[in-house]
């Protein structure tokens, strides 16, 4: 049973662009988001959260959005760089139980 | 500095073999777990522990083991290796109170097994 799930298996955006990852989710348990970014050969490495009593977290030039009634969460990075070129996996959690993970988007950002 | 450790990072070993894979955290924490990931899929939670002397299985069925003797130590052992073993095996820490960072995770193992 897929709990989260990220269908865009890639995105590519122009540099100095926004890219906008989606992810929808199934269990309305879930009470905390998280975003990861692995580069290929290293671990997943976090990126922001958001708790699911707000429906923004803002980061620097990253920015995730939380729609409850939906059940769908989005990363955006605004302005997108190179470097940020990677996989991206979206990750729910409940009640301090055990994270579950969406397939992940690969992002390619064109210089 | 605080990190998390696996090795080997690549492994190629022939059917059968029995192999373990090694994850070690200087953190402190108490929680560790093994998710194995294929391309383009999902992690997949194989094995947790919360603790010394705690493990428990995951969502995905795992014909691998796991110990946890050493709050630092989580290793993950294979008795006979076959090529549906074949896959990325990735370790991961937390504290017991994980958010709102979650977890740290190691580089990975990439195991094939021709």
């Known amino acids: 049973d897929q709990q989260v799930k990220q269908n865009s298996p890639s995105l590519s955006v122009q540099e100095g662009r926004i890219s906008i990852l989606n992810c929808d989710y199934t269990n309305s348990m879930f009470d905390y988001f998280l975003w990861y970014k692995k580069y290929p050969a290293e671990g997943p490495t976090f990126l922001i959260s958001i708790s699911s009593i707000k429906d923004k977290n803002e980061d620097g030039r990253f920015t995730v959005f939380l729609n409850k009634s939906a059940k769908h969460l989005s990363l955006h990075i605004v302005p997108s760089q190179p470097g940020d070129s990677a996989v991206y996996f979206c990750a729910a959690i409940y009640n301090n139980n055990d994270m579950r993970f969406g397939a992940g988007t690969r992002l390619t950002v064109k210089p | 500095e605080a990190d998390i450790y696996q090795t080997p990072r690549y492994l190629v070993i022939g059917t059968g073999k029995k192999i373990t894979l090694e994850c070690s955290q200087t953190m402190g924490h108490d929680k560790m777990y093994w998710y194995q990931q294929d391309p383009g899929m999902e992690l997949h939670l194989i094995h947790y522990?919360?603790?010394?002397?705690?493990?428990e299985k995951g969502d995905l069925s795992s014909e691998s083991t796991v110990s946890r003797i050493r709050t630092e130590h989580f290793p993950l052992t294979l008795e006979s290796a076959r090529p549906s073993h074949t896959s990325q095996y990735l370790c991961?820490?937390?504290?017991?109170?994980?958010?709102?960072?979650?977890?740290?995770f190691g580089s990975g193992t990439r195991l094939t097994v021709v």
């Open positions: 522990s919360y603790g010394v002397n705690s493990t």
């Open positions: 991961a820490s937390s504290a017991w109170t994980s958010l709102p960072y979650g977890y740290t």
